[in-house]
């Protein structure tokens, strides 16, 4: 087996917790190159998972680091969406004739059809490559996407391809400021859920037994009162 690269991290300089729990401290010698590779790509994958919001032992400091960080790769995958969109423009107006008015409306819902027709394909390809691939394949695949949530190996994507990208990283924003705003939503939405429980409660109390529940202010009138 060729010699395997190792995962670059940038999560290790977020907290002298996170590199031990993430896996990013020297490993073992005298590990064979299978269990290396295993330790690799289990790293990868607690990466990822954490990096779209999935990690439910992220401090807040963390979480909020990586927003920060991948807001400024959100920054960075536009930029080359942007440039790689002028490109293809470009190579289109040398190489490509414009077709006339009458076959652009077919033109368009052909290419829709056959973009919706790829992406379908390249979905059932790829659901069945993760079902089948071996561990240095999953590895490779991996240290791709890792690479290209950081914001690196950004050359040679289509517009298409990053635009997805951008996606994507748009999505991991979403659910990690879901993270960090959890605990305070979760409350919130007990209380909501408390109140009209204990009101129904207080009304069943009262429609059963209305005289007990006069007597009852009666009496707690009467001890203020007394007091």
């Not at 999953?138 to 190996?153: A, K, S």
């Not at 705003?181 to 207080?202: D, K, N, V, W």
């Amino acid at each position: 087996m060729e010699e395997m690269m190792t995962v670059p991290c940038n999560f290790c300089e977020f907290s002298s917790s996170s590199s031990s729990r993430y896996g990013c401290i020297s490993e073992e010698e005298g590990l064979d190159e299978a269990a290396v590779l295993r330790k690799e790509v289990e790293k990868l994958r607690l990466l990822i998972k954490r990096m779209n919001g999935k990690d439910e032992c992220a401090s807040f400091t963390e979480l909020t680091e990586l927003i920060s960080h991948l807001r400024s790769v959100q920054c960075i995958v536009l930029s080359q969406q942007n440039k790689e969109k002028e490109a293809e423009a470009g190579r289109a107006k040398k190489g490509v004739l414009v077709p006339c008015n009458s076959t652009i409306g077919s033109s368009k819902e052909s290419q829709e059809k056959q973009s919706h027709g790829s992406r379908l394909l390249r979905m059932k390809i790829n659901f069945e490559r993760r079902n089948t691939e071996s561990l240095q394949s999953e590895f490779d695949r991996l240290w791709l996407v890792n690479e290209r949530m950081n914001g690196r190996m950004l050359e040679g994507m289509t517009s298409i391809d990053l635009a997805y990208l951008h996606s994507n990283i748009s999505c991991a924003l979403v659910a990690l400021m879901g993270q960090t705003s959890g605990p305070r939503m979760e409350q919130m939405a007990m209380q909501h859920l408390e109140e009209p429980i204990s009101r129904l409660a207080e009304r069943k109390r009262c429609s059963s037994s209305p005289l007990q529940f006069r007597l009852l202010l009666v009496s707690r009138k009467l001890r203020r009162f007394h007091y």
